[in-house]
């Protein structure tokens, strides 16, 4: 929030602000995607140890799901910066982790 208001009084003709330092202002923060990961995987694997006891945990998860989703579509393309390139492991591993959750 500061970084958004510290952009408003700039003046580009009368900075003293180094282009590296202009560029700071402009870019996000960086998008942690393992630790969202684990707690999309987390929420998932609780509603379901949690479902035989209370049903409505499948449903209080799925509408957390949806908001995760939408919050985090909405940070990454308003704010964050461009994310690093990840391999196809940790989705794998997310997979094999949902997977011996579901395994009897």
């Known amino acids: 929030l500061i970084t958004i208001l510290n ?21 996000g923060p960086a998008f942690a995607l393992p630790f969202r990961v684990a707690s999309i995987v987390n929420m998932t694997v609780s509603a379901l140890l949690f479902a035989p006891l209370m049903p409505c945990t ?21 704010f964050a910066s461009a994310p690093e390139w990840y391999d196809a492991q940790l989705p794998r591993f997310a997979v094999k982790v949902l997977a011996a959750m579901l395994a009897p």
């Not at 998860?61 to 940070?75: E, N, R, S």
Request: no cysteine; charged share 15%.
């Open 58 to 78: 499948v449903v209080f998860a799925a509408v957390g799901l949806a908001l995760m989703f939408w919050a985090d579509k909405f940070f990454l393309l308003r």
């Open 7 to 27: 952009r408003q009084f700039v003046n580009p003709t009368t900075t003293e602000l180094t282009q590296r330092e202009v560029n700071g202002l402009y870019l």
